[in-house]
């Protein structure tokens, strides 16, 4: 039971019609484990995410095959009322814009103590002094006074943390971050992971952290998936994964994070962009933007070979 993971998608493939967007995912979360989810963005991990939420917009997508394994229970299986039973109470999610999470006509007060008293039997005055607990948690500096203010009157970081205090109002087993920090500066970026960590430390809570700067990733997560085009090119711990990039994708992504250049240098982008999925090149879709192709690598799809170190590349760096 201790190595039982408590999310696993399982060879997991989503499409569009008969476009698929997402292709043969494995991934698998255990327990008090934060896992990265990376790759620029159109790579499918947002499409994921939601995936495991049961958000999909389906129709038009579809998951086609494979399986999502939560504590249990098969969800892409699961009716809706037991779905809505787990959103929220077993698996929360934040995403990157929290001004179109929070609604902008209820104070933060009425909407933490609504979300309290949807999943919580208590009073009034139990859920206002949760709240007010739950924004001294997430490190809200005058949590009575926060309580009585509205959205607007926030910063971005402060509503992040108020999402995050949302989020944990139901002691999710599961938190899934979607960009959380994209849209804050670099300082307040650091301080929402180090909140984001020291919880999911204190409640042994599971986090799937995902965004497109692998930078993000190299402090926080335990194992980091790297994601192209739908697919995991590369999988493995994350100290591993820094140390020893195998993917040309993984390794061009890396050459993008600020700490690994000289101070002022501009970053190298990695030259062209995410091809659209029903425009997927042959062969393993990033050829086309890879320095490295052969001949081999237009034709056959690499399969994610390796044990702990997985990696889908025909000419991997060694
Ligand atoms: N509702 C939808 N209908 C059709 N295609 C979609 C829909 N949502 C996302 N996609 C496509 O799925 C791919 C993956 O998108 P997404 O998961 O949002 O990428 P990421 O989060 O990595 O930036 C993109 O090519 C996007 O255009
Ligand atoms: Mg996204």
């Known amino acids: 039971m201790q190595n039982e993971a408590l999310l696993g998608l399982e060879n997991l493939s989503i499409h569009v019609g008969k476009v698929p967007i997402i292709e043969a995912v494995s991934l698998d979360i255990r327990a008090g484990e934060m896992v990265g989810l990376v790759g620029e963005s159109g790579s499918g991990k947002s499409v994921t995410a939601l995936s495991v ?51 902008p006509v209820f104070t933060i007060g009425q909407q933490i103590r609504e979300m309290i008293r949807l999943h919580r039997d208590v009073s009034k005055r139990q859920a206002d002094q949760q709240a007010e607990q739950l924004l001294a948690r997430v490190g809200i500096p005058s949590p009575a006074t926060t309580l009585r203010r509205y959205p607007h009157q926030l910063s971005g970081g402060q ?9 944990l109002a ?24 180090d909140l984001i960590d020291r919880l999911r430390q ?37 100290d591993e ?34 091809p659209q999925p029903a425009n997927r090149p042959s062969g393993c879709a990033f050829h086309p933007r890879c320095a490295a192709a052969t001949a081999r690598c237009a034709q056959d799809i690499p399969p994610l070979e390796g044990d702990t170190h997985k990696t889908a590349c025909w000419n991997p760096v060694t």
Do not use: W
């Not at 394994?69 to 814009?97: K, P, V």
């Not at 509503?159 to 989020?167: C, L, S």
């Not at 140390?243 to 982008?269: Q, V």
């Open 53 to 103: 939420m049961r958000l999909l917009a389906e129709p038009p997508m579809k998951i086609a095959s494979g399986s999502i394994r939560f504590d249990g229970h098969e969800l892409t299986s699961m009716n809706e009322t037991d779905l809505r039973a787990l959103r929220g109470e077993e698996i929360a999610m934040i995403f990157q814009e929290p001004m179109t999470s929070l609604n």
């Open 159 to 167: 509503r992040q943390r108020v999402m995050i205090a949302i989020a």
């Open 170 to 193: 139901c002691e999710p087993k599961l938190l899934i971050a979607d960009e959380p920090t994209t849209a804050l500066d670099v300082t307040i970026q650091a301080q929402i992971l």
């Open 202 to 238: 204190e409640t042994a809570m599971a986090v799937l952290l995902i965004t497109h700067d692998l930078g993000v990733v190299s402090q926080h997560c335990d194992r980091v998936a790297v994601m192209y085009l739908g697919r995991i090119v590369e999988y493995a711990a994350a």
């Open 241 to 274: 994964l820094f140390a020893n990039p195998r993917h040309r994708y993984t390794e061009a992504l890396m050459r993008t994070i600020p700490s690994t250049n000289a101070p002022g240098d501009r970053l190298p982008a990695i030259a062209g962009t995410v």
